[in-house]
Structures are given as structure tokens and as C-alpha cells.
């Protein structure tokens, strides 16, 4: 008996962990804690969904469910490769949304300016398919050799109902202290 609640006390103890790392709005980290990020009101931040498959966090609207939401919002870190300069890192992605659905238009937009003074160049892209996907991914360089990438996902047509949102997140980066 003593076992069993111990075993009951642990899977609820665990489960409120798990709980508290899904929460609206607020701020969390992410690539080992180094960058940190808002949410907007009404959206859920989520730093557990996206391990299993390599991403780090995941920001989507109240009442979705990360693997079904309409429009997501996804950031991760990486670090430039040993040569590898920005713009390089950049137009290998820019080449990969091709790759994925070589009936993609790319197209650059307006740099953001984040919380941390960092710049951030911004592509929107759009699957010209039937089943599009639409969006904008903001690269920023964090000096010495990091980089971060954030990006929205929607159908095209939720796409302007959700830029702010994306550029409030974007604006939010900020290194961790």
C-alpha cells in the first residue's frame, strides 16, 4: 500500500511538471536555456510537444492541440557550421523549403528588431498546392556563431490573422540572463 502511493504520488508530481511546461502566454527557454521568448495572450507556450521530433518549442493558439493547430509558431537554435557564414545559413534554407515542395515562392520581408538589440531577417513563404502552407521564418545571428530560427505555419488563409502574433514573439527574443 505504502508503495503504491508513493508510485501515485510521483506519476501526479510528474504530471504537474509536465503541466506547468504548457502554459498560456508568459515567457520560457529554449535551446538548452540560453533564449527566451514570449507568447501572446491567448496562446499556449509548449516546450515539450515538438523533443520526440528534435524542435524545442512550440507557441499555438488557445483551445488547438499542438499536433492538429491550424497555425503554429516553432523556435530552435542551432550553430553556424565551422565556414558556414549567415547569409549562407539563410539561402540553405531558403533552398530547403524548395526541396520540401518545389512549388514554393519565397520571398524576403522587412527585418524585425528583437528585445536583445538583435536583428532578425525574415523570409514568408507559400506552397502553391492545393493543401498549401503559408508563413514566415525570422533568422537571427547571435553572436559568436548561433543562430536562431522562429516560424509561423498556417494556411494561407489564416496567415494575416496571425502576423502580429508572429512578431511579437520575434520581437520578445531575447538572450537568458
Not at 65 to 73: D, G, L, M, P, Q
Not at 100 to 111: A, F, G, N, V, Y
Not at 119 to 146: D, E, N, Y
Not at 155 to 177: G, I, Q, T
Amino acid at each position: 500500500m505504502k508503495k503504491r502511493l508513493i508510485v501515485l504520488l510521483l506519476v501526479l508530481g510528474l504530471g504537474l511538471l509536465a503541466a506547468a511546461k504548457r502554459e498560456e502566454g508568459g515567457e520560457g527557454l529554449f535551446h538548452q536555456d540560453q533564449f527566451r521568448l514570449k507568447a501572446p495572450e491567448g496562446w499556449i507556450f509548449d516546450d515539450e510537444s515538438l523533443v520526440e521530433s528534435g524542435g524545442e518549442l512550440v507557441i499555438y493558439p488557445r483551445g488547438s492541440v499542438e499536433r492538429s493547430a491550424k497555425v503554429k509558431i516553432s523556435a530552435h537554435g542551432d550553430t553556424l557550421g565551422e565556414q558556414e557564414t549567415f547569409e549562407q545559413h539563410i539561402e540553405q534554407a531558403r533552398q530547403s523549403y524548395k526541396v520540401d515542395s518545389p512549388l514554393t515562392k519565397i520571398t524576403d520581408r522587412p527585418e524585425l528588431s528583437t528585445e536583445s538589440g538583435l536583428i532578425a531577417r525574415v523570409l514568408a513563404f507559400t506552397t502553391l498546392r492545393k493543401s498549401g502552407l503559408a508563413g514566415q521564418v525570422a533568422f537571427i545571428l547571435v553572436p559568436p556563431r548561433q543562430v536562431v530560427e522562429i516560424e509561423l505555419s498556417s494556411k494561407p488563409e489564416l496567415l494575416n490573422d496571425n502576423l502580429a502574433a508572429f512578431e511579437y514573439v520575434v520581437a520578445s527574443f531575447r538572450l537568458a540572463e
